[in-house]
């Protein structure tokens, strides 16, 4: 008779509604939303604009407490900003203008007093060569493209090493071609590090690339329709009938009066391409 092993979720969304307020009045911008994220897996949370995602999203940063509900974090529950918690927001114009591409990276390092300076250093190079960018740690962030600054965001952010990292449509500013390339090279990078991923994005196919796992959210306010396990699927995936079956059966979920909530659904057999990553255990 076999022995059941003990697993814990990293990150766990308990019945969490969110509000913030306008001029005018108080907006609900999620209702009771639960999902559970696993070490190593690639959640995305996808839903059409006004959905709360964003807001949910900077919520599990610690930046927004919640309403109603909790979120838990390695078994702690979140009240405050934290570097266990680290974003990479849309605009990539947050780099110090007057600060080299490395001392950039370098500088939450500093800042939050994890490193003295010359491991710093050293850490800093160590991601910004994982980014591709050995060649340019002392070139200013006025002389680099968007999508060079997006790779310096996201060496600055793995650099500190955070238990979850938080993406809120980080590439979405970006041409079509750049964008592909960086969800390519994200792909990758999480290949060598399998660091913890929360991806935001409005895009259906960019969560079926670059997600394992994503969780479907209704219009405003945004309650749970689904989630679909989405490991099947990468970037040669996108003209396959199952990709596009896929993405068809997620459009309908999130836009069709009267779509039903479904549990998790486990796609057809992985890619060959997709290196091995976890899966959600499904009953």
Same mark, same amino acid.
């Given at each position: ?7 814990? =979720? ?9 509000? #913030?307020?306008? /001029? ?19 959640? @995305?949370?996808? %839903?059409?604009? %006004? ?6 999203? &900077?919520? @599990? /940063? ?16 979140? $009240? ?6 680290? @974003? ?27 490193? %003295? ?5 050293? !850490?800093?190079? *160590? #991601? ?10 002392? +070139? #200013?962030? *006025? ?9 310096? /965001?996201? +060496? ?22 750049? !964008?592909? &390339? ?8 999480? %290949? ?9 994005? *409005? ?17 405003? =306010?945004?309650?749970? !329709?689904? $989630? ?13 009938? +199952?990709?596009?079956?896929? /993405? !068809?059966?997620? *459009?309908?979920?999130?836009?069709? $009066?009267?779509? @039903? ?8 057999? =992985?890619? +060959?391409?997709? =290196?091995?990553?976890?899966? &959600?255990?499904?009953?």
């Amino acid at each position: 008779m076999g022995t059941e092993t003990s697993f814990q =979720p990293l990150l766990q969304v308990q019945k969490v509604t969110l509000e #913030y307020q306008t /001029a005018q009045h108080i907006v609900r911008a999620t209702h009771q939303v639960s999902f559970e994220v696993d070490p190593g897996d690639r959640f @995305v949370l996808l %839903g059409p604009s %006004g959905c709360g995602k964003s807001t949910l999203l &900077k919520s @599990v /940063a610690g930046f927004i407490r919640p309403r109603e509900g909790q979120i838990v974090l390695d078994g702690q529950v979140v $009240e405050d900003p934290g570097p266990d918690r680290v @974003v990479v927001f849309q605009e990539f114009d947050q780099l110090l203008p007057w600060k080299t591409v490395k001392q950039n990276v370098m500088f939450s390092l500093l800042a939050s007093r994890t490193l %003295g300076k010359r491991e710093a250093e050293q !850490r800093a190079l *160590h #991601y910004l060569d994982k980014v591709g960018l050995s060649k340019f740690v002392d +070139a #200013y962030p *006025h002389t680099l493209s968007g999508g060079m600054k997006a790779r310096v /965001a996201i +060496a600055r952010a793995l650099a500190m090493q955070p238990k979850i990292l938080l993406m809120d449509e980080p590439f979405a500013a970006l041409d079509a071609l750049t !964008r592909r &390339k960086m969800q390519e090279e994200l792909l990758h990078l999480w %290949g060598e590090v399998k660091f913890t991923l929360l991806f935001v994005t *409005h895009s259906i196919e960019e969560a079926l690339v670059v997600g394992n796992r994503i969780l479907l959210l209704s219009p405003h =306010p945004g309650r749970v !329709r689904a $989630e679909i396990n989405s490991h099947a699927f990468d970037l040669h995936s996108q003209q396959g009938p +199952a990709f596009q079956q896929t /993405a !068809r059966r997620i *459009h309908r979920l999130l836009f069709e $009066e009267g779509a @039903v909530e479904v549990p998790a659904v486990a796609e057809e057999e =992985p890619a +060959a391409s997709v =290196p091995s990553q976890p899966q &959600k255990r499904i009953a």
